[in-house]
């Protein structure tokens, strides 16, 4: 990706401040300077990735990349959009285990005939997705179980839930970068000759530091022109929420999860997309839930419509097949897109509430 | 299978001509025709197997089996019925990987203490059922939640879905006949010296054409007489539809798969089961779909019941366990059956509607 | 666990007889005293195991600690209380797999980096289970969608049902009994010299015998004291059903089964978790069925509530994924506790009905 794209950065900005109404051109400048900047993050992962291993790189790439997300929806929730902050978290996590997972096998398969990862520690990220869908699926079932018999009781289930999913994110932190990092890390990553000359430490934080702040200012701008520009090519704010926003949001781990594919870097390529669905799922949304409590005009709770809930179960119950045996090929990224299309399908054919 | 049996073919074809009040008997000689049939269709398969890896010959395999249900739900379609082509649909893919593969991994247990397949190509075909599944589930999902709100999305979302199918199921063709034909040979496949002279490739391919033409013939005649026979024993039409219609339907693949695995070709069993239901789910159904739109009284969607859907549910879950490790023994074989038989009952003690 | 804590078990006999209103105090000294009986019972499982495998070892430890709760369930089902057996069966499903195998695979993985377990047996196991819920979702579907249509429906489904799973039971005995035991068999059992002079296996057995006996005797006195004491700490009946009993009534398991994760024998703690979890699935529920039409006030039905039902398919989910790569680690028991400590909110929450 061009360096001279990033020129696109300052107009996004510009026309964000001086002539706020052009929102298909604000969109539009803000996500093409994305696009550079995802690059020059990826390369300084890359380098981060070597130093400490692609399971902290990965982690590192997520965690960075999930900032934005967590400032947007902060004040999204601030605002009481509750809707809107659901449909984003579910639409972050379908979308890195599908389009971005999905992307980077086919990526990498079409240049490889097949490409291998650490087997234990993707089943210990599937494990972990399956954990969230179960934290995600037993308060709508409680809601709809026990309902109303017992005022609080979906409140209180919905807090205590949270706490539950910090303590497991923590315990996966500890686990992936302490006790037991080498499941995270691939066979092959030292043998890797790729990378010309390494960068020093110092170099590859400033630009890892650079290029999330450059990309979390332009998401804020990007988010903020979404839902009108998507309006004007007639879609539904439940689409948007769950789809628009979640690709822009997630095109820097997109971009850097194909970059790693495509050099046979699966292990990173893995740790970034499952890596972020799992941060969104225990520790984005749980945030949410307990800053609800201190930020906004109402508690946000944890229950998802039936329709959202469905979506995220397909997209852990396939994510777990595919990634469950420590090999990945073209078809497999194009299973994965497939669910993405269908559930796309689903949703762009729901109208506006 | 003793080759004089044969001799029932013209037998029922006679009698379904001249007698055709004669239900219970037309069944009967038409079932028993079929054996033989089965049987020399299951050795053509070998033999091109032999040829072109076993993946290759499961898929024509389950292409000519697959061809006559085709003829015979357009048939249906056409008369409108598109209940009986649903549950004919559901019974095959759930016959294939219960009751065909169950025996054949029974059969082949009983003989051999552990039997292995290609653990690849078993996955990536178990990955295609759940997507199958999704595929299933979403439009009924859809239905239920968006329901009447917007005329014409159930209708949209069943043509779209069908076509996403279709190109899946292209590539999947692509995947393991051209680009990864290995995932789907068995290992020992060259090494198995039980076949004493092989045919030349005209004889395979005019025996299995020949085998494949006499039981399509067979198996119309065949469906003709089993909703009648079954009414008269008492059962129901979605019992007949879902388990009756689905065995008769199958007895090719049921034999050849049995055959296989008895002969300790597991992989050749496999992609002949599991390859019948994908081909069933991805191909056919949406065939069926875009067919309507141009035979029979009124389209036909990919709404299933849910009871249908629950039974392919269940069916791919435990077929992707009892497949996730490449081996088996007479235990799986006994697992699937034993599924099969629940959802039997179930169904069996279901009153007409 | 010092042998001193026996006497509260004279203790606890006394209390429940003279002072039968003490129920706290019954009930904790029952409680203790069950801790070095179990811990009495899981050294002889051992030394039974050391003589016929570690499958049949533990086969035989989950036969003897679900004696008790067949016993008490029996006596509930003569009282008519069949949502409390169900609850309990449940709860017993439920525990073994998610408290049992989760407390064993963290106390294992703190004391080991990583420990490994025969694969193949483990996915037979899981696989079982998932039969298991197959078999208790199908007759609330049933239920839900043929309803009354058909008076007498959901009885015959139920021991139609019922029958079958005994079947399966029995022939899941014979594998891994008989015709496979090694897929049970720890690789490295042999080789494990932490026994220091072996017993004879007289003394095996009446040691076993003993403490089965003595478990039951209190576990009885244990269960009649746990509902009234609990409701004096302000728990519902239907938590009490699915948890309390449970974690008493598997606390034989549970001690055993850390036991043997500790000294790194894997392969005896899942056998003796998840296969006590077959055991009360496959054995125990169906038997009571059975039971139900010739004790009890009114046979007892597999119709389980909707909340019992996600929790159990919630548990083998999970369960599945974790023990389908043949190894274990801290957060795998982490993960384990999670699910059921997130179950347990909800059913904390959720009021008498």
Redesign the interface.
């Known amino acids: 990706m061009p360096n001279w794209l990033l020129v696109f950065g300052p107009v996004a900005i510009a026309l964000n401040h001086f002539a706020p109404g052009h929102y298909a051109l604000i969109f539009a400048s803000a996500a093409i300077a994305i696009l550079p900047l995802a690059g020059w993050l990826g390369r300084a992962t890359e380098q981060l990735a070597d130093r400490s291993g692609e399971g902290v790189g990965g982690l590192l790439n997520a965690t960075f990349g999930n900032a934005a997300e967590l400032i947007i929806s902060l004040a999204a929730l601030r605002a009481g959009l509750h809707d809107v902050v659901k449909a984003t978290i579910v639409g972050s996590i379908v979308g890195n285990i599908l389009l971005v997972l999905g992307a980077a096998m086919l990526a990498g398969g079409l240049r490889y ?2 490409q291998s990862f650490n ?2 520690g993707a ?2 990220e ?3 997705l ?2 969230a869908v ?2 995600l ?3 709508a ?2 809601s709809v ?2 309902g109303g ?2 005022a609080g ?1 979906e409140r ?2 919905s807090i ?2 949270s706490l ?1 999913l910090l ?2 994110y923590a ?2 932190l500890v ?1 992936s970068l302490w ?2 990092p080498t499941f995270f890390r691939g066979a092959k990553a030292s043998e890797n000759g790729e990378q010309a000359q390494p960068w020093t430490l110092a170099q590859s934080l400033l630009v890892l530091a650079a290029c999330t702040v450059a990309i979390a200012w332009l998401s804020e701008i990007l988010v903020g022109t979404v839902e009108p520009t998507a309006h004007a090519f007639g879609l539904s704010n439940i689409f948007v929420g769950v789809f628009v926003i979640a690709i822009i949001g997630n095109a820097a781990e997109h971009s850097t999860a194909i970059t790693a594919a495509v050099r046979n870097r699966m292990d990173l390529s893995l740790s970034i997309a499952i890596g972020s669905s799992i941060q969104v799922a225990l520790f984005v949304a749980p945030v949410l839930v307990l800053a609800s409590l201190l930020v906004g005009p109402q508690p946000m709770d944890l229950l998802f419509g ?2 959202l809930l ?1 979506a995220v179960f ?1 997209a852990v ?2 994510t ?3 990634a ?2 420590g ?1 990945s ?4 990224g ?2 994965l897109l ?2 993405y ?3 796309g ?2 949703f762009y ?3 506006q509430a």
Do not use: C, N
């Open positions: 005939r097949e087997l234990v089943r210990a599937a494990t972990m399956t954990l179960i934290a699926v037993i308060p079932a409680y179980l026990v018999q017992y009781g209180a289930l205590s839930i539950v303590a497991v315990m996966f686990f006790t037991h039936k329709g469905l397909v119950v396939i777990g097949q595919v469950g045996d090999r090929d073209w078809l497999k194009v299973q497939a669910v299309l269908i559930l399908l689903a054919l729901t109208p």
